[in-house]
């Protein structure tokens, strides 16, 4: 069956610090893999999208790598400020490249909340 | 990238009534989707919308559901009987063709009473 587990379910951290959150998937066939942070009653915003073939990626204080083999992802924050507070999800794209991408399998995210 | 706008951002209907949400304006994009987010749940995908007509749809999307793109720019989403496990925060999505990002909207929160 196609998951996409993510942990912690949530995180406490302090102004400043850094921090990584943990996606593991179990969708077949793989297409790409993104990480989108939804701020409460918004829609998800897209941080990053890695393919089969990308191991890392940056976008700004957001790096997220991706390990296929394992099928192991990770979402890591540096510097947090307070506005990073949101949750943080992990969907995974089990589609044909360039297909409808109807089959995106969203994970239940990890609600992060920064405090000063 | 232009923002995906939806309407109403809250319907609070009564069980058995029919609602619309729209997505609008849209323009220059192919691919369209619905989402919805049960409060306290994760997203799931419902229906994704191609060339105007659907291109795959999930095990949510029963025979009360419907899409269609009534005048060639709004996208709106059609329950017809409402039920209270409806109750949730529905997402339009849209995508340019060629490329994987897809660009949420804001939400329509419908409560079903």
């Known amino acids: 069956k196609n998951q996409v587990e993510q942990s912690p379910q949530s995180l406490i951290i302090l102004e400043g610090k850094n921090c990584t959150l943990q996606c593991n998937y179990t969708v077949s066939p793989f297409s790409n893999l993104r990480w989108y942070k939804q701020d409460t009653g918004r829609g998800p915003v897209s941080l990053t999208i890695m393919t089969f073939s990308e191991n890392t990626k940056s976008n700004g204080r957001y790096t997220a790598t991706l390990d296929a083999d394992t099928k192991q992802s990770s979402l890591h924050i540096t510097a947090s400020q307070l506005s990073d507070s949101a949750s943080y999800i992990c969907?995974?794209?089990?589609?044909?490249?360039?297909?409808?991408?109807?089959?995106?399998?969203f994970g239940k995210g990890t609600k992060l909340s920064v405090k000063p | 990238e232009p923002e995906v706008t939806q309407t109403p951002s809250h319907q609070v209907t009564q069980m058995g009534q029919e609602v619309i949400l729209r997505c609008v304006p849209i323009?220059?994009?192919?691919?369209f989707y619905w989402y919805r987010q049960i409060l306290g749940q994760k997203v799931e995908f419902l229906v994704s919308f191609y060339n105007n007509e659907i291109s795959e749809k999930s095990e949510i999307f029963d025979d009360q559901f419907s899409v269609e793109r009534p005048d060639g720019s709004n996208f709106t989403l059609k329950i017809r009987s409402t039920k209270l496990e409806d109750s949730a925060m529905y997402f339009c999505?849209?995508?340019?063709?060629?490329?994987?990002?897809?660009?949420f909207g804001p939400g329509t929160r419908l409560t079903v009473t």
């Open positions: 323009s220059n994009h192919l691919y």
């Open positions: 969907v995974v794209s089990g589609g044909i490249l360039g297909g409808s991408q109807g089959n995106l399998i």
């Open positions: 999505a849209k995508r340019t063709s060629g490329k994987d990002e897809q660009y």
